[in-house]
């Protein structure tokens, strides 16, 4: 649910991740302060999706996507975020955004945002064609939240299982509080929002060798747990293929990123498994033990 933050290559993003200057990603145990809720509830479809690596990685592809066919979005990522550089620590920056959103105790969630809120407020820019663009843009911040709801919820109903249209609207309506705080006033609340406020956009969005540098970087660094990384080429495309078929076309992702059947298999197998395996130390189970849950609670059954 956090916002996603011209690269000289994979080289220098390796070099870059090697130095001493970037500060390390903080440890945090999510199962204290016990009792504390979180900013969105155990028996929330969001707790679902969000314990699922194979729709966090793939889901995580498409919201990125999304928000690169803004050029306004684009460029403040790519001018002003590390990701370029350093995406191996950007996407576990993000990771662990997106994990302190949803399981995170709600004290320390909103301090999360907070932060995230004063650094955001420092980017603003120009694009290439010349729109001036700021972070803080109310339709930017709304469509970020939409991109992400979006991404991680069809790479789950894709991949995984799938939802009832009841319930992907409940994912949207569950984001609500969590986006104010990031400061998306007035983002999608049900599903039918999400493609009205796509809409309005379509026409700005643009093709961008950007994008395909984005994909060329996620193909071969990422902070997937080491049993999936076998995956992770698949994985890629398959969060190329759950765009909507207007923004795919605008932003000339093509045959080459289409699944084979059997790599659709394979994702298919993997994602449901991950939804029945619970692993203790990760901040789903973690969330759980603090609000009084056993570690398993999320993987008992289907509980959307």
Known sequence: MSPADTTTGHAAAQT????????????FDFSQPAG???LCAPDSVTWQVFK??????????????????DPRIRSGVW?????????VVRMKRTGHAAMMTVYGPKSRAERLIAGVTRMHARVEGVTPDGQAYKALDPELLNWVQATASYGFLMAYHHFVRPLSQEDRDRLYAESEAPARLYGATDAPRCEQDFYDMMDRLLPGFEPSPINSEFLDIVSKTSDLPAALRPMQGMLVKAGVEILPPQVREILQ????????SWERKVIGFVGRLADRVPVSSAPPAQACRRLGLPS?????????
């Not at 870059?16 to 440890?27: F, H, L, Q, R, S």
């Not at 001018?79 to 995406?87: K, L, N, Q, V």
Request: overall charge negative; hydrophobic content about 40%; proline content about 12%.
């Open 79 to 87: 001018d002003h975020s590390i990701f370029p550089t350093a995406p």
């Open 296 to 304: 398993n609670y999320l993987y008992k059954g289907r509980r959307t």
């Open 16 to 27: 870059a991740e090697a130095g001493p200057k970037i500060p390390p990603i903080p440890e």
């Open 253 to 260: 992702l093509g045959e080459e990123f289409e699944l084979k």
């Open 52 to 69: 699922n690596p194979v729709s966090i990685f793939a889901g995580g592809i498409t919201a990125v996507l999304l928000e690169f066919a």
């Open 36 to 38: 504390e809720e979180a």
